[in-house]
């Protein structure tokens, strides 16, 4: 009997489309011994095909045109690994992935800002021609988070949800904490090593995350939000002393969370940095690798980490989702009847961490008590650690201060558990001050997160 052959479409040729690639051409028998069926790649989409690896070994494979993957009429699975140039290329991928769906292709991508922008034109597509779109690689690179929760978590129900998402800003994070970095060395070194884009404003601005946070949501309850729904804030206002101050006087650690929270039919989600106690596993995930933390009804909490990132683990969830559809697996999605809700955390009190760079002048701490003592805050601590001249010199040439070094005053203030409203409030009432050398920085300590160590 002749084996069965799956023939695959793929679309792009770097980085990720090239991992593809790698394992099909290579490791091909392999494969289909263990499988009992054979992967081919039928046809590879890019702009330069001479220029790429595989294309001395199978020149008729590789086309310039991308309607030959997306309408041959042997491809059955389309492998999409585009990069997104221009802002308008995500609309175009997009166009890319439901014309396949339309012409009954099932699709697997690595693309979390064209699910992010197009997910519901895509899910309703793949509904609609009875084929499916698998979205591992998206989220999280190497980590099966995607199966996880749509397949082995598939009867259980997701409760909370908080991420390390974003490999690049969690490099720049350790750096800074562990190795005693500026925030711009850390990123220098990130983008030398590869993690982070020349242009790094989607990582440390928080925006891949909360593309990552939207395929989430859409994944686990069927929600499609707009990316200006989800509160999102980055890391690019940490600074050293954040971390000195939340290792040396707080027993924390700052890191970028994505955070999906439900509450009876309500479902919230943000993307903050986020003051986590040292004990807490989130807290223990450096360099570039990515956490995901899932709390859930039956299962309770579980704790899911690796690469988020790279060829090989990100070709690799491409290829197991290939292997998925061909097997017939589905992926369970939320379609409850559930709300989201921005402001579900309103009402809900933490600690809070404040940190001022001010120029001294008489009087100006206890001007910020009243502020926070007016909006009903209730302060737990001021705490100050002993900043060099050097470390002050640092902020009067990042921030082009015209006053000296010593004039610069950073310090601390902790609240006592409050709502997160009435510290914004004090916040956006004080920020304009005169001695206000840069904007406060303002950061929820440890929100009661849930901990796989009891921790
Ligand atoms: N790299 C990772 O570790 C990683 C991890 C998770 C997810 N992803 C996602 O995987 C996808 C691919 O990432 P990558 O790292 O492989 O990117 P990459 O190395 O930049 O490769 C992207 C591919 O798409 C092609 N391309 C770029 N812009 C295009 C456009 N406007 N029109 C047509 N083709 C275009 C590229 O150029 P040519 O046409 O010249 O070949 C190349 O073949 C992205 O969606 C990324 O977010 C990547």
């Not at 610069?408 to 914004?424: D, G, M, N, R, S």
């Not at 050398?437 to 300590?445: F, G, Q, R, S, Y």
Request: overall charge negative.
């Amino acid at each position: 009997m002749a084996e069965r052959v799956i023939k695959i479409g793929l679309l792009g040729s770097g980085t990720v489309g090239e991992g593809v690639q790698d394992i099909i051409f290579d490791d091909g028998d392999g494969l289909a011994n263990k499988l009992g069926y054979r992967l081919d790649i039928e046809k590879i989409y890019t702009r330069s095909p001479k220029k790429k690896r595989w294309h001395a070994k199978f020149p008729g494979k590789f086309t310039s045109d991308p309607e030959d993957v997306i309408s041959h009429p042997d491809v059955s699975i389309v492998v999409e690994a585009l990069g997104l140039e221009r802002p308008e290329d995500t609309e175009v991928v997009a166009s890319y992935v439901i014309k396949a769906l339309e012409g009954g292709m099932s699709v697997v991508t690595a693309n979390k800002a064209v699910l992010a922008g197009f997910g519901r034109e895509i899910h309703a597509a793949a509904q609609r021609n009875n084929t499916l779109i698998r979205f591992e690689a998206s989220v999280a690179g190497g980590i099966p988070i995607i199966r996880s929760l749509g397949e082995g978590l598939a009867s259980d129900s997701i409760t909370g949800l908080y991420g390390i998402l974003n490999g690049t800003c969690n490099y720049i994070l350790s750096g800074i904490s562990n190795d005693g970095k500026t925030f711009n060395d850390a990123l220098r070194q990130a983008q030398e090593l590869g993690y982070a884009e020349t242009d790094p404003e989607a990582d440390i601005k928080g925006f891949d995350t909360r593309d990552k946070v939207i395929v989430l949501l859409q994944l686990l309850y069927g929600i499609f939000l707009k990316k200006e729904d989800v509160e999102t804030e980055g890391i690019e206002r940490l600074e050293k002393i954040d971390f000195d101050y939340a290792r040396k006087k707080l027993g924390t650690n700052i890191k970028l969370l994505g955070s999906i929270r439900r509450s009876g039919d309500k479902v919230t989600a943000s993307v903050t940095p986020i003051m986590i106690k040292n004990s807490h596993v989130l807290s223990r995930v450096d360099g570039a690798l990515n956490a995901v933390l899932v709390e859930s009804r039956y299962c309770e909490t579980m704790c899911f980490m690796g690469k988020g990132a790279g060829a090989g683990p990100t070709a690799n969830s491409l290829t197991s989702d290939v292997i998925s559809i061909a097997d017939g697996a589905r992926l369970t999605t939320g379609s409850e009847s559930l709300q989201f809700d921005r402001d579900l955390d309103a009402d809900t009190e933490y600690r809070h961490y404040l940190r001022f760079l001010v120029r001294d002048r008489a009087g100006i701490v206890s001007d910020i008590l009243g502020h926070l003592k007016k909006n009903q805050v209730n302060v737990d601590e001021v705490l100050q650690l002993r900043h060099s001249t050097e470390e002050k010199a640092y902020f009067k040439k990042k921030l082009g201060l015209e006053c000296s070094p010593d004039e610069i005053l950073p310090f601390i203030i902790t609240l006592e558990p409050c709502k997160a409203a009435a510290v914004k409030l004090t916040m956006e009432q004080i920020k304009g001050q005169d001695c206000m050398l840069a904007e406060p920085v303002l950061l929820k300590i440890i929100p009661g997160l849930p901990d796989v160590s009891g921790g």
